[in-house]
């Protein structure tokens, strides 16, 4: 692992401090190499496991305390392991972010609690640990320059210590040694085969591909192009952040064959993105699938028919270039023709008027022809200005420039931010938003008139005095500005520009006139980023010191129109917008009772505290800047807002609310400052929008018991309740059962619910309902199913059938909702029946299929009562073809939840005698025992007791001591779970009628924790113990009764 890591791993610099692993292919396999490693280390090696580090291992970690469960002692912001070295110290110690690991046995489990950032805490300890193995065995064992792997070199490091820990570190060096070997093996053949892909190289590919591209049967591709037109100096399209991961630039791709495809290309090869989110209109980064060398070969693997074409036109290019070959003569003298021909019409007096007859097109790179033609539109000024009078240096100070000095070029801007601020983003914050393929008119016929007359007017605020730009906002404020082609009229000659420019202005009107157009044609996303590109936001966040009450409500209404990509948001926190944006929240609360007289909404305190809600309703998406807002002090001065009796102000309020109690913080404090009890209050309103943002702010704070309490006790329920009635407004049903699914986690909210009939309401919104609803319908089902009596009353409303028919569908939230109801409904026989006989325990059992792990385990934990709760259900369980093999290879799953599930399925089956010697038979014994060293409360219980039921067929109970899975359920008697303590006493009383089983219980300890069990007042728990004991006892007696006879 040493060399490994120094010399083959791929590091690098950027930014400040030590050097860090780049986001390569070949780092990527390393880091998955190491992590399945360390994973299997505790369970390949357990003694080694054990080895107290020299020196911990220390990094910053994501976990968190309470992610930590049995064997640790935690607190709020710690984390300790209760097995300690022999110095004391604990062999694992949390404290912040801050961790420190001793040993590889706690190595394993942090992994297996990492869950998805495995390979992120891998990377992040390997990067504070540059060479580990001097950490773990101590200075003799570095990675030197040149290595001695001679077995004559451990001999002797054998000879000189000696002792028994010397051996366990040798053993570990040796496996370490080999771990390096076999992680070079791997790198130098993926060197051998990476191919390096440039800028030059893709673009030649996408300029070809381009050529051929088209409508029609014998073209490649439908189309090809890319995501956005600026390029830098480097030749790379992507963003800056991207182009540190090696990464080019991204193509849209549609082939005639398949779907389209969002591709990334970077020096590592080409590969499949995630394409644009409609949502957050920006693309998802991450790689889909594997890597490709070049653009063709991904081509060539995705679509038939570009492969069948390509051949195509790669042979009429050849033929191609074998007649020019011959008529290279005859091509040479007629190109000397129009060669005269262009430069004459370059010298005549036509051409020279040609520029100028171009200057109104619309621009096909804006970002790039901002100041060029800014440059040619002074070039013709300076003639018009011959005969028009110059203005005073005063009226200058007014008119914004067009020089590059006045506004830099957005690749100037994005570079003057510092590289502190970018680095210290969190992930979600720091990867840039992607602008969607602009949509431009083709051809100068299909521009309606405005296009044109808001082009003179833009040149007029460019060239005009104080009063001719403050008539050029008036008159371009009297076109439709909703609309895209006035829109992007403005932005195509360099309007916005000048729009930005007048902000910076000491002129109030111009300043108003500029903001009132901006914040008109911000609702189009590529305004959006325009703006933000141009440096337009940090102005817009000065203006709100600004002492004019007009321009602080319109610059928050431009903010919160702008502030709907990461990067804006992002932008406005870091010029200290949120602060700013807190305080005008503010301005309606210094009147004695405000809000409650009827004339005070008029005026411009209300309306400047409206504003300021409606920004921190978009900026309030981030999570860094949720955390901002709370720090301003926000969210005092939102629940005294919460008390208007004017919906405009209640709606934005709502919504910021209903962001930012994603956060336990926020949730916290909406019950301190007795939000619940305003949000209740306006679930009466007539507004069906704030019905909406409110339930769906009650979804969001739901989560804790408390809140749930205090939405019953403020009568919160019952216009839950009825709103469901209303289905015509989908997006406020799906926020109205959303709440009461969250509500229905409570009991006694189930109860009431019951009361005011909404259960029978639920079951019909089952059908013809978009999936957002039936998400939550299914999910607030899934609780009520709980209680029998809400059982009995889901199957007499006919609620069985569609449960089951939506048991086929895609979405992972809804299937995991779904398994979740007909499990709970299938405790109930008469219900169990239906569900037989409507094939759904197939359509469960097909869901382990699924390829999302949350699928999987909610489909497993619903098959336990169906298997319970079935008629002859050994036969209808191997009726299944496959289906006992599947439920056996799903113990190979890295997902706890999975592993749990399926042992309680496991036990379900296994208690059917032939059922238990097929899955016997598909090895289930030793994957069993495999789990054995967990350390999850949860799957311990449901695999004491799968173990017990498999130790009823044949010689299992002697093979689950083959495969050691007695020592570490011992251990399981530690825990504090009572469950545990049975699950696992019935196991050990089924493993000690083994001879060998009960030896291995009687050297780890198991009489003295299992005699402390006979006296629990479980009676199943002291009959199993007291067996267990029993069993020992008498092998004791008769190993001594043949010892003395």
């Known amino acids: ?32 190499d190491i992590v399945s490693f360390v994973e299997s280390f505790s369970v390949q090696h357990s003694e080694e496991a054990e080895f107290v580090f020299k020196e911990p291992l220390q990094w910053k970690t994501t976990l968190e305390p309470s992610q930590f469960g049995s064997g640790y002692i935690v607190n709020e912001i710690t984390a300790q392991s209760e097995e300690n ?57 570095g990675t030197l320059e040149e290595e001695d792997f001679s077995a004559a070199h451990f001999l002797n490091k054998i000879k000189e210590d000696g002792n028994r820990e010397s051996n366990i570190k040798m053993r570990i060096s040796l496996l370490l040694q080999k771990l390096d070997m076999y992680l070079l093996n791997n790198i130098l053949k993926h060197m051998s085969s990476k191919m390096h892909l440039n800028p030059a190289a893709v673009k030649n590919d996408v300029d070809l591909l381009k050529r ?35 990464e080019i630039c991204y193509l849209f791709v549609k082939p005639h064959d398949c779907d389209s495809m969002c591709l990334t290309c970077s020096t590592a090869g080409v590969f499949v993105n995630g394409g644009i989110e409609k949502k957050a209109d920006e693309i998802d980064y991450e790689r889909r699938g594997e890597i490709y060398k070049d653009l063709v070969t991904i081509l060539r693997e995705k679509s038939e028919k570009f492969k069948e074409n390509m051949s195509k036109q790669q042979h009429s290019v050849l033929e191609e270039k074998t007649k020019k070959k011959k008529k290279t003569k005859n091509v040479s003298e007629k190109e000397e023709k129009p060669k005269h021909s262009k430069q004459s019409l370059a010298s005549s007096p036509l051409s020279a008027r040609k520029p100028m007859a171009r200057k109104l097109e619309p621009s096909l790179k804006w970002t790039s022809s901002v100041l060029p033609q800014e440059k040619k539109e002074s070039t013709k000024e300076s003639q018009d200005e011959k005969s028009v009078p110059s203005v005073t240096e005063k009226q200058r100070s007014l008119t914004p420039s067009t020089s590059a000095a006045k506004t830099p070029s957005p690749s100037r801007r994005k570079s003057s931010l510092k590289i502190e601020d970018l680095i210290s983003e969190s992930s979600s914050e720091s990867e840039e938003d992607e602008e969607q393929p602009e949509h431009r008119q083709e051809g100068q016929t299909d521009l309606p008139s405005e296009y044109w007359q808001i082009q003179k007017l833009v040149k007029y605020l460019k060239g005009g005095n104080q009063t001719a730009t403050v008539i050029a906002l008036c008159s371009m404020r009297d076109f439709n500005l909703t609309q895209e082609t006035c829109q992007l009229a403005i932005r195509d000659v360099g309007g916005l520009e000048v729009l930005i420019n007048l902000l910076e202005t000491d002129d109030v009107k111009c300043k108003i006139g500029s903001l009132k157009i901006l914040k008109e044609i911000s609702h189009n996303s590529q305004i959006r980023r325009a703006i933000v590109d141009l440096g337009g936001l940090p102005i817009m966040v000065k203006i709100l010191d600004s002492p004019d009450k007009n321009l602080k409500c319109l610059a928050a209404e431009t903010i919160a129109n702008v502030a709907n990509f990461r990067r804006a948001r992002r932008t406005v926190r870091q010029h200290g917008g949120i602060k700013k944006l807190v305080e005008l929240l503010d301005y309606a609360q210094d009147k004695a009772d405000p809000l409650h007289h009827h004339n005070l909404y008029d005026t411009k305190d209300v309306e400047v505290a409206r504003c300021g809600a409606l920004a921190l309703w978009s900026c309030s998406k981030s999570h860094a800047n949720k955390e901002a807002i709370r720090k301003a002090g926000g969210i005092p001065l939102l629940a005294r807002l919460l008390k208007s009796s004017h919906q405009d102000m209640l709606i934005p309020v709502v919504g910021t609310l209903q962001e930012c109690a994603s956060e336990e913080h926020y949730r916290a404090a909406i019950k301190a400052e007795r939000i619940i009890e305003n949000l209740v ?145 299938a405790v109930e026989p008469e219900s169990m029946m239906i569900i037989d006989r409507l094939d759904g325990v197939r359509l469960l059992w097909s869901l382990l299929k699924n390829p999302h792990p949350d699928v999987k385990a909610s489909a497993a934990w619903a098959l336990c009562p169906c298997i319970d709760n079935a008629k002859d259900a050994g036969e209808m369980v191997r009726s299944f073809v496959g289906g006992l093999e599947l439920v056996v290879n799903l113990l190979k799953s890295d997902h706890q939840e999975v592993l749990a599930s399926v042992c309680a399925a496991i036990t379900n089956i296994a208690k059917d005698q032939e059922n238990l010697a097929v899955i016997t038979d598909h090895g289930v014994i030793p994957l069993l025992s495999k789990l054995a060293n967990t350390n999850n409360d949860k799957l311990r219980r449901h695999l004491a007791e799968a173990i017990s039921r498999c130790c009823m067929w044949g010689r299992n109970r002697i093979a689950f001591g083959e495969h050691k899975a007695v020592a570490p359920l011992v251990r ?21 009628e083994d001879a060998n089983n009960c030896i291995i219980m009687h050297e780890n300890g198991a009489v003295k924790l299992l005699l402390d069990m006979v006296g629990s007042p479980d009676e199943v728990l002291q009959e199993a113990a007291a067996g267990c004991i029993s069993n020992i006892r008498r092998l004791a007696l008769a190993t001594e009764k043949a010892k003395y006879s």
């Not at 805490?121 to 101590?138: F, H, M, S």
Request: hydrophobic share 40%; aromatic share 6%; proline share 3%.
């Open 1 to 32: 692992m040493g060399v490994a890591l120094t010399k083959a791993a791929q590091w690098t610099a950027a930014g400040f401090g030590a050097g860090t692993l780049e986001f390569t292919p070949l780092n990527e396999a390393l880091l998955k």
């Open 85 to 141: 070295s022999k110095d004391g110290q604990p062999l694992l110690f949390l404290s912040g972010t801050d961790i420190k690991v001793r040993s590889f046995g706690q190595l394993s489990h942090l992994l297996g609690l990492a869950r998805n950032k495995k390979m992120k805490e891998t990377q992040a300890c390997l990067e504070a640990n540059r060479d580990p193995i001097v950490k773990i065995l101590g200075a003799g064992y």
């Open 212 to 246: 051929f591209s088209g409508k029609g049967d014998q073209t490649v591709l439908e189309f090809i192009d890319y995501t956005t037109d600026f390029e830098f100096a480097n030749g790379c399209r992507a963003p800056p952040w991207r182009q540190m991961h090696g």
């Open 681 to 825: 209050k306006n679930l009466n309103s007539e507004n069906e929008v704030l019905q909406e943002h409110c339930a769906m702010a009650i979804y969001q704070c739901a989560e804790d018991e408390e809140t749930r309490d205090l939405v019953r006790q403020h009568g919160g329920l019952k216009p839950l309740a009825a709103l469901l009635n209303n289905t015509e407004n989908k997006e406020r049903l799906a926020a109205v059962t959303g709440a009461i699914w969250k509500c229905s986690i409570s009991k006694e909210n189930v109860t009431k619910f019951r009361e005011y009939k909404a259960i029978e309401t639920l079951v019909g919104l089952l059908t013809d309902q978009p999936e957002e609803v039936l998400v939550n319908v299914v999910g607030a089902l899934g609780e009520c199913c709980q209680e029998q009596e809400n059982r009995i009353l889901i199957r007499r409303c006919g609620g069985i059938y569609p449960l089951v028919n939506l048991l086929v569908g895609t979405n992972q939230a809804l299937l995991v909702n779904v398994t979740k109801a007909v499990g709970a409904c």
């Open 972 to 992: 399981y008697l530690k825990s504090k779970d009572t469950n545990v303590h049975r699950a696992t006493a019935q196991a050990l009383y089924q493993l000690s």
